[in-house]
Nanobody, 121 residues
């Protein structure tokens, strides 16, 4: 099976920066898209950014120009640099990977446990 684990959340003041990391591990055969979703208090889980295995990226309008997603395929790791953070960015950030394990014939969505990001005003 494949697991993903996030790191890098925390408390930051508005205008500050944080970097999230997410490493996939286990019996990995291949990983397609990797990305980040977030769920704010009382809100649904929404896509923040996604990156394909060949580096194509897509961002939510609300974070475009402030967040940058990247990945290291050799390390099965995705990163998200978050700059100019705003209080409305406060949320639990979940890593997502579309992964195929050695024992699977197809790709499955794998979620991390979440990393809390709190932006104070």
């Amino acid at each position: 099976q494949v697991q993903v684990v996030e790191s890098g959340g925390g408390l930051v003041q508005a205008g500050g920066s944080l970097r999230l990391s997410c490493a996939a591990s286990g019996s990995i055969f291949s990983i397609n898209d990797m990305g980040w979703y977030r769920q704010g208090p009382g809100k649904q889980r929404d896509l923040v950014a996604v990156i394909s295995s060949d580096g194509r990226t897509h961002y939510a309008v609300s974070v475009k120009g402030r967040f940058t997603i990247s990945r290291d395929n050799a390390k099965n790791t995705v990163y998200m640099q978050m700059n100019s953070l705003k209080p409305e960015d406060t949320a639990v950030y979940y890593c997502y990977a579309e992964a195929r394990s050695m024992s699977d014939v197809g790709y499955l969505g794998v979620w991390g446990q979440g990393a809390l990001v709190t932006v104070s005003s």
